[in-house]
């Protein structure tokens, strides 16, 4: 079964940093990895995401978080990782990790991936 375990939200003050983890269990591999975010009453929206292929990996970024967030991975820990820095108060909203074991399109569309985790919530106060 797989699952996907997001930690490392919490409350800062806009211009603070956040890491967020996602830890994955249950299968072997993913070719596309993404964060999403959620703010209440709004669309779920796609933040970063990256496409895993041999030999080669694609990193995208929504225009909001370019230059601000930076999404990687550790294939040995089996784990995905956002770095958010210069945190500003849009920011705040609840975080998903999500994952496909196939590239099945747009790393920015929530039905592109199969799984996803519970969230974890980030608050940005100014």
């Known amino acids: 079964q797989v699952q996907l375990e997001e930690s490392g939200g919490g409350s800062v003050q806009a211009g603070e940093s956040l890491r967020l983890s996602c830890a994955a269990s249950g299968y072997s591999s993913s070719r596309m990895m993404a964060w999403f975010r959620q703010a209440p009453g709004k669309e779920r929206e796609g933040v970063a995401g990256?496409?895993?292929?041999?030999?080669?990996?694609?990193?995208y970024y929504s225009v909001s978080a370019k230059g601000r967030f930076t999404i990687s991975q550790d294939n040995a820990k089996n784990t995905l990782y956002l770095q958010m820095n210069t945190l500003k108060p849009e920011d705040t909203a609840m975080y998903y990790c999500?994952?496909?074991?196939?590239?099945?399109?747009?790393?920015?569309?929530?039905?592109?991936?199969?799984?996803w985790g519970r969230g974890t919530q980030v608050t940005v106060s100014s």
């Open positions: 999500a994952a496909n074991e196939r590239d099945s399109g747009d790393w920015y569309r929530p039905e592109s991936f199969a799984y």
């Open positions: 990256i496409k895993i292929y041999t030999g080669s990996k694609y990193i």
